[in-house]
């Protein structure tokens, strides 16, 4: 069965989907055939062909109808009871016509002829409704045409059938055949919308009440529309004139009716083979390799350069040539259009739900008209113009030309719709683009805008307030300054806070008195340090009321006075708010020195970086961080060296790293220089790659440039998506190291597969084959972030995004818009890569890896040992190094022993974990280390038999177990692990009190915790339970105390890891965020 | 047409962002689209997964179900705020019924500014847990 699938390049989990479409598209074919022949038949047998075009216009006339019909319901229903009633509809009216055709009357048999034509569209209508919401887009440009190719063999075979049949029959029985076909045809449907139903979703009806009645299509003709509308019209005339024109010159060139039937037997019988092989085998094929647009240009290319073939053969003067110049058109044409009517379905997609309204148009209204107007044209040509093929050839060339150039321009509209069907982003970088907004700079200078602006000041709600007072000055308009002392009574004291800051900007000493007033009465505490603030900047009358108020009680008052008085520039408030700062800078209080830094930054003056110094160099933490704050406001370069000096401490590098990042470039050098006197603590070397990063200036692009070839993994992640995050575009002199980067990847992912695979045989190995699943994530994502180096940034992000959803459709859409950036010769090395979700599937699509389940001589652990490093992060290795420890044989021990001098205490702990493990196992092990080895090795190994070494690996594995950390990979716990403290209390010991603050998360290892109420139990946990999760990250006291009932063993978190764990990324920050809701508030 | 600098304070406006001071939050609003959606389109479809977190600024929205009229919002009425925070499908569906422009934050981008600056992810954190805890 695998076999056939990859012959008809089926995927395999496609292929029970793909069997059930052939098979309604069989069903739909001889339910066509069955009505064809009968009705052709019965009307030939009581007519001639002279009635024909009285059918023709009566069936174009009724399709319109039903198709403008079918268009209306179309906006009440949803799709799938569309198709059902459809079917339901075809099945009754062929019993209807079998009946009427058992009277004894002549115009039945004009009916059930007519009725052909109307089913043709009918069901065209049901197939494509269904088929091309099931398939998606991607799956939709491979299978389309093979899906179809059951309707060609059922024509053909129900061909066959009915000629034998109607030898038995009378060809009115073959229409309850056809109602059989639409009957079981309708049942499967059923059957469908069952098994898809997530596929064959529901959208939103819009209520009657609710629409306008001006605009009820639910057709938008934007460009895109229009086009398809011209194309698949264009492809209508095209046909009807080809055929046209093929008669003609069959006439000519056929001397008797024997020759006509030989030629057209011929032509049939070529044109069905060669068109089932391409549907089956070819079309999805090349499309799939070369995209969408061979099959928009394949049928206009074909018949534009057969009609030139035409025109050429009357020119030399040889018939024979012009005549298979049409020939060959007809045939190509014959061949071509099935598939290109079928690939071309997904040209409907990124219509998304207008793509059913507006197939319905194409297919109902807009090809039935095409067909009228084509064939009046004709009979306008042939009656009056008495053209023939030699004319006709001129008016294909012109047609396909047109044709063409359509083609091109639906190509390039089809490549820019698709971004639109994802989900937008705004990229980071570009905080500036607004893109769905009108733009509202141009209306500044109107005076008519500006006084309704004048009027919003007087508006109730705080935030347009501030919009006019921000539009007014901005627009330098005089009447704002006049304006402002009567806000300072609105209630709202956001909007008092801005008033307050344009009076300052302003020195808008007539305000004096009246902020004197409103000192008084005023009641929030940030307005009022920044009135005193004012208050001392605007005067000098304020200047002594601020040193007056340098003694005041409160806090907030005090600020003001001390930040108004520096920033007043006047000496006297500088020596006496000096004065007030300096006691509080020498203070041994915490908060006074924190006071100190707050007031510093807030005064925002750049000569006054020696007390920030001073502050920086502090040992209280919390103080360190407020003077963090105070640099990053001041920027004086003269203190970059200072802030860097603070990385040692891992709490504090997101801190020194926003700091730096506020120095822009300034802070390149030092960053450089940190890096190399740091380049063995990885998190630190991770901090600075990350600044790096958001500095964006061209010296940090270079400096991460020549940290690519980083020989350590989770510093080269680091680095690739930094360079993402500075906006790095690749010049040509880039392209060498990109391609060598993309090569990486490529390799590296192709020898994890590998890995995976051989895992498979070994036992005991989910966790390393866990941790490798999740490294081929990170593959991914460093091939999107190098991809869009290169290619358009913001599409290739706004691809990763909807890529790395769990949302399938969007998924496609991204893939597919991947497929219109990416040129082919790197799209093809790619998509094997991230085409498929599944490991397994990969496999399959990546040449030169073994088969699944084969046996490989490669053992994944020792190469993990091997070449880990540079291939891997380091969670995988550990486990790598983990894993090893459990083998008997002295198999890893060299490689063991090795990873024991690791520079990173996580592998060196690991390794001598798992060292000690096979001591146990092996007893003649211990003799030949103590041969071998150095005697610090001999040491140590002592050391961490008696004391215990941090184990990393399983310690994370505990963590996870925990319903909080469960949805996290382990490679992300793994960075909290040195973070977690492992507690144990005897039994009887207090955790917390009731009324006590302890911002801590327990979770409980062995052992059990009453949580009581005074003397009541209200819970009593056990191992895998956690606790103080509630009040943990909602500064609170406990309403329970917890007591220990039976000593217990406990991971205690306090609230910074969990801020840590949110701040590794925004994926991570999402499952934990819901994993908290989950277990702290239940469901919402 | 919403300019930048209102958008802090039209987030403001809504509990989510209540506590936020306005420093944070004009830090939240550069992540902030400003969206909008002419008459009688529909925003969004009952079943679909719901990621963003509408602040409506002008305009008026219908929401329903079926052929049930659940609810009309207007100027800074706020709705997704589940949608944001856990991702699930919507429930109703929206419809706008004159033109409409929304302030937008995608949940993607909130947890990216969570990641980025702790003080956010403790505000938000804060403003959830001590909104929905019983």
């Known amino acids: 069965m695998n076999k056939v699938a990859n012959l008809f390049n089926v995927r395999e989990e496609e292929f029970g989907m793909v069997m059930r479409l052939f098979f309604y598209s069989v069903l739909i074919g001889f339910g066509r055939i069955f009505s064809l022949i009968s009705g052709q038949s019965l009307f030939l047998e009581n007519y001639g062909a002279a009635e024909l075009p009285y059918v023709y216009i009566a069936a174009g006339i009724a399709t319109i109808c039903i198709g403008t019909f079918y268009f209306r319901l179309g906006k009440l229903t949803q799709p799938v009871t569309m198709v059902k009633g459809n079917l339901l509809f075809m099945t009754l009216v062929c019993f209807i016509l079998y009946a009427i055709l058992q009277l004894d009357a002549k115009w039945p048999s004009m009916v059930a002829f007519g009725w052909f034509f109307l089913l043709f569209q009918l069901q065209s209508l049901a197939f494509w409704n269904l088929a091309s919401l099931m398939l998606d887009i991607r799956q939709g440009k491979r299978l389309f045409a093979l899906i179809t190719s059951g309707e060609v063999f059922a024509l053909a075979l129900g061909g066959l059938a009915s000629t034998a049949l109607s030898s038995m029959w009378h060809p009115s029985n073959l229409f309850l055949l056809a109602m059989i076909c639409h009957g079981i045809a309708f049942i499967e449907v059923i059957f469908l919308a069952r098994i898809y139903s997530d596929k064959l979703r529901t959208v939103a009806i819009v209520p009657e009440a609710l629409r306008k009645k001006e605009n009820t299509t639910g057709l938008k003709l934007n460009s895109y529309t229009i086009l398809l509308i011209l194309y698949f019209a264009i492809s209508e005339f095209i046909l009807i004139f080809l055929d046209n024109a093929f008669n003609d010159g069959l006439k000519r060139y056929a001397t008797d009716t024997v020759e006509i039937v030989k030629i057209l037997g011929n032509f049939s019988a070529i044109a069905a083979l060669i068109g089932l092989f391409t549907r089956s085998f070819l079309a999805g094929w090349v499309i799939h390799r070369y995209g969408l647009i061979v099959a928009l240009v394949a049928l206009p290319m074909f018949i534009l350069v057969n009609s030139a073939m035409t025109v050429g053969g009357a020119l030399a003067g040889s018939f024979l040539v012009m005549f298979y110049g049409i020939y060959f058109a007809r045939l190509s044409d014959k061949v071509l259009r099935g598939v290109q009517y079928s690939s071309l379905r997904t040209l409907y997609k990124p219509l998304l739900e207008r793509a059913s309204s507006t197939q319905t148009f194409v297919d109902g209204i807009a090809i039935p008209s095409t067909f009228i107007m084509a064939g009046c044209i004709l009979l306008v040509l042939y009656n009056y113009l008495h053209v023939g093929l030699y004319e006709l050839a001129y008016v294909l060339i012109f047609l396909c030309s047109i044709w063409l150039l359509i083609a091109v321009r639906t190509q390039i509209s089809y490549a820019r719709l698709l971004p639109k069907t994802l989900i937008h982003r705004k990229v980071d970088n570009e905080i500036n683009m607004r893109m769905d907004m009108e733009d509202v700079g141009e209306a500044m200078d109107d005076e008519e805008m500006r006084s309704l602006i004048r009027k919003e000041l007087l508006s109730d709600k705080a935030f347009r307030v501030i919009h006019a007072l921000d539009y007014l000055e901005q627009a330098g308009d005089e009447v704002l300054k006049r304006s402002l002392l009567p806000l300072l009574s609105t209630s709202d004291p956001n909007v008092r806070l801005q008033v307050l800051e344009r009076i300052e900007r302003f020195r808008y000493e007539s305000a004096y008195d009246a902020l004197e007033v409103m000192l008084k009465r005023e009641k929030d505490e940030r307005t009022k340090t920044m009135l005193l603030r004012v208050l001392c900047v605007i005067s000098s009358k304020g200047l002594k009321k601020g040193i007056d108020m340098l003694e005041a009680e409160e806090e907030s008052v005090q600020k003001g006075a001390m930040v108004g008085l520096l920033r007043s520039g006047k000496l006297e408030g500088i020596v006496y708010a000096g004065a007030a700062l300096m006691t509080r800078l020498g203070s041994p209080i915490v908060n006074d020195r924190i006071f100190a830094a707050q007031v510093l930054e807030e005064a925002n003056i750049g000569g006054f970086y020696h007390p920030v110094r001073k502050l920086l160099a502090d040992p209280d933490f919390e103080v360190k961080e407020a003077a963090l704050k105070a640099t990053a406001t001041i920027k004086n370069p003269i203190l970059i060296n200072d802030v860097a000096q603070n990385l040692v401490h891992p709490s504090l590098h997101g801190m020194v790293a926003t700091t730096l990042l506020a120095f822009g470039d300034q802070a390149m050098d030092t960053i450089r220089r940190t890096f190399e006197k740091h380049d063995t603590n990885i998190s630190i070397l991770k901090a600075l790659i990350r600044t790096a990063g958001l500095i964006r200036s061209e010296r940090s692009i270079r400096f991460l440039k020549e940290q690519l070839d980083y020989p350590h993994m989770n510093i080269r992640q680091e680095t690739i998506l930094s360079l993402k995050a500075a906006g790095f575009r690749c010049d040509k002199s880039d392209i060498p190291m990109w391609e060598k980067q993309i090569d990486r990847e490529m390799e590296n992912m192709r020898w994890i597969l590998m890995l995976i695979n051989s895992l498979s045989h070994i036992q005991n190995s989910e966790k390393i084959k866990t941790s490798l699943v999740y490294e081929i994530q990170v593959h991914r994502q460093r091939i999107f972030a190098l991809l869009s180096f290169r290619f358009n940034r913001k599409k290739v992000n706004q691809a990763w995004y909807n890529y790395s959803l769990k949302h399938e459709e969007k998924r496609i859409y991204a893939l597919e818009m991947l497929e219109t950036i990416v040129p082919r010769e790197y799209r093809l090395k790619i998509m094997p890569f991230i085409e498929s979700d599944r490991w397994s599937q990969m496999l399959k699509r990546i040449k030169g890896i073994p088969e699944v389940n084969q046996i490989t001589p490669i053992d994944p652990v020792n190469e993990l040992l091997k070449a880990g490093h540079e291939k891997v992060t380091l969670w995988t290795r550990c486990c790598a190094i983990e894993y090893a420890g459990n083998y008997p044989a002295n198999k890893y021990t060299k490689a063991l022993v090795k990873y024991t001098v690791s520079l990173s205490t996580e592998i060196s702990c690991t390794a001598y974990l798992a060292i000690l493990k096979l001591l146990h196992t092996d007893p003649f092990l211990y003799q030949k280390i103590m041969d071998t080895q150095m005697p610090e090795f001999i040491e140590k190994i002592e050391y961490f038999k008696e004391h215990g070494a941090l184990d990393y690996v399983t310690n994370t594995s505990l963590l996870k177990s925990f319903d909080l950390f469960s949805p996290l990979a382990e490679s992300n716990l793994a960075g909290i692990v040195h973070m977690v403290e492992v507690v144990n209390y005897l039994k009887g010991t207090i955790v917390y009190q009731k009324g006590e603050v302890d911002q801590s998360i327990y979770l409980i290892l062995k052992g059990k915790i009453r949580i009581m109420d005074e003397d009541m139990i209200k819970v009593e946990l056990s191992a895998g339970d956690m606790f103080g999760e509630s009040t943990c990250l909602v500064k609170e006291p406990h309403k329970s105390s917890a007591v220990v009932y039976v000593d217990v063993k406990m991971f205690r978190l306090r609230q910074n890891v969990l801020y840590h764990l949110i701040s590794i990324n925004s994926d991570v920050a999402r499952k934990l965020f819901n994993s908290i809701l989950d277990n702290v508030v239940g469901p919402i | ?134």
């Open chain 2, 1 to 134: 047409m919403i300019s930048e600098n209102e958008i802090p304070f039209i987030l403001k406006s809504a509990p989510l962002f209540e506590k936020f001071p306005v420093n944070v939050l004009s830090m939240v609003a550069g992540f902030c689209d400003i969206v909008y959606y002419e008459e009688q389109s529909v925003i969004f479809s009952e079943g679909d997964i719901g990621s963003n977190y509408y602040i409506v600024h002008s305009g008026q929205i219908q929401l329903f179900r079926k052929d049930k009229m659940i609810e009309v919002k207007s100027e800074l009425d706020w709705f997704g705020e589940f949608a944001l925070l856990r991702n699930k499908r919507w429930d109703v569906s929206a419809f706008a019924l004159s033109d409409v422009h929304m302030v937008q934050l995608s949940q993607d981008v909130l947890f990216e500014l969570m990641s980025e600056n702790q003080d956010i992810a403790r505000l938000i954190m804060e403003s959830v847990l001590s909104r929905y805890r019983t």
